[in-house]
């Protein structure tokens, strides 16, 4: 009978007559040094640019990209509406931005204040549920939803506005899932009774407040570069493609005033000159769907609009309202030659891709830290152990002996301590935002499904010719793996 003789495999424990026997052809010649640059457009859909006249820009976490200030004051502007208006506990004074806590596209149960991650097949990924700062143990989570699963119809949401589920995917989502989270906590620590569906109305209600009232575009305004992150490579990417005859669009539903300090201080008082049409107050996702409202001309020097018909968009000049179906006929753009970035799957993105047909692009400025994570020495190391794993524990299954059994059980319970090494490189509660363990999050299913194509900054564009084609990678399906 063969020996099992542990040794060292880098952090972890492997049993080297079985990784001979069985793995050997997996780790002959393994080269760890894995670079992804950060810089990529990654495509869920071919798209060809030869075919591409025309792109479009969201202008807040698109053309704009802000520290991470913004969400502290976006946390404390709302947290002071909570206390004023809303007469919560003037302790809660006290709570502090956690930056670290969560990642955008969890959802959160309204009804019974559980915030969670869930994959693209509906299903909780257990270890990732938590009331306030305490996870739930897995068997609570099952007890409460019998079972991982969860039907189309307790999930469904549109515009991330589901009746049972919120989905937190935007980026200021953030600031209002750490209230929900502090809050939820608060109540916990102190006994209190309390109604989640009634913590999360309200929670909502302050965001909206905070960015519908003006207070927090008129503090951003009055310090733009306090908030703003500075981008050398913008002009030069608009440059770029004014200098391949592309035409050039911007639709936002940010007021002029606040666009215009913003692109004043990223590229210069002249910004409007290198756009053809110039959208603001587009109220998206309304902007895709209603016909019957149409654009006004906004006369920047007094901020009044026109009484006249908009027949044709002019250079330079700024426009409100409106929608797509218009724009598209004033402007005498075809969907198919549109490609438009934006941050917000729901509200720049799905109509888009569905109803529209334009081509999509999602920015994601988390997807830098990602790369690096992967592309790491330490990460490859345990990914392509737990890769290993899974060959190892599928062909020992098929072994009858006291032997293997006990070599499958270790093998398991190794297995489950990759899986979490992995998770906590990203984050150590929720893991990655693009995936959990063996599936895509929700988050990315959204993004394969609207987006054709998504990069961490529209400035990636400058490292690829305009006649680029980007290809989906095949991925193999579980009846083509060897």
């Known amino acids: 009978m063969t020996t099992a003789v542990r040794i060292s495999y880098s952090f972890l424990p492997v049993h080297e007559f079985v990784i001979f026997i069985y793995l050997s052809p997996i780790h002959r010649n393994r080269s760890y040094d894995i670079q992804i640059s950060p810089n990529r457009i990654f495509a869920n859909k071919e798209v060809n640019l030869d075919e591409i006249k025309v792109y479009g820009f969201d202008y807040d976490y698109t053309i704009a990209s802000y520290k991470k200030k913004l969400q502290y004051l976006i946390f404390d502007m709302a947290l002071d509406y909570l206390i004023e208006d809303n007469k919560y506990p003037k302790e809660m004074k006290s709570f502090a931005y956690d930056p670290g806590f969560g990642v955008r596209g969890l959802h959160y149960d309204i009804e019974k204040g559980l915030l969670m991650k869930i994959d693209s097949q509906h299903h909780v990924e257990l270890g990732t549920v938590y009331r306030g700062y305490t996870p739930l143990d897995d068997s609570e989570v099952l007890a409460t939803y019998g079972g991982t699963h969860l039907s189309v119809q307790y999930l469904s949401s549109i515009y991330d506005n589901g009746k049972y589920m919120r989905q937190l995917i935007d980026v200021d989502s953030l600031s209002e899932m750490a209230l929900l989270t502090q809050i939820a906590e608060y109540f916990k620590q102190k006994s209190m009774s309390y109604d989640p569906k009634y913590i999360f109305m309200d929670v909502k209600a302050a965001i909206k407040k905070v960015h519908l009232s003006g207070k927090m575009h008129a503090t951003v305004k009055n310090a733009i570069g306090d908030y703003l992150e500075p981008d050398p490579d913008l002009k030069e990417l608009l440059e770029y493609l004014t200098s391949a005859k592309k035409k050039i669009f911007i639709i936002t539903n940010s007021q002029f005033d606040f666009l215009n300090a913003g692109m004043t201080h990223l590229i210069g008082p002249d910004w409007r000159s290198m756009f053809d049409i110039i959208i603001t107050s587009a109220r998206k996702p309304s902007f895709y769907t209603d016909a019957f409202h149409h654009f006004r001309h906004l006369m920047t020097s007094d901020y009044t609009t026109s009484w006249d018909r908009v027949k044709c968009f002019k250079k330079g000049e700024v426009y409100q309202r409106g929608s797509a179906r218009e724009f598209l006929n004033l402007a005498g753009f075809k969907g198919s030659e549109v490609l438009y970035f934006g941050d917000q799957v729901y509200r720049d993105l799905a109509d888009l891709a569905l109803k529209l047909g334009w081509k999509t692009g999602a920015v994601i ?40 059994l006990q070599l499958l059980h270790e093998w398991k319970e190794e297995y489950q301590e990759v899986r979490k090494l992995l998770k906590m490189s990203f984050n150590p509660r929720f893991g990655s935002m693009f995936r959990t363990s063996s599936k895509a999050t929700y988050f990315s299913g959204r993004i394969a499904r609207y987006a054709d194509l998504y990069t961490s900054s529209i400035t990636n564009f400058l490292t690829y010719q305009l006649h680029h084609t980007f290809y989906q990678k095949r991925s193999a399906l579980p009846h083509e793996f060897i």
């Not at 592309?375 to 009858?400: F, M, P, T, V």
């Open 365 to 404: 400025p988390e997807l830098e830290r990602e790369i690096e994570i992967i592309s790491s020495d330490h990460y490859q190391r345990a990914l392509n152990w737990l890769i290993s794993l899974e060959k190892l524990i599928d062909r020992a299954q098929s072994i009858r002996s006291p032997e293997a």
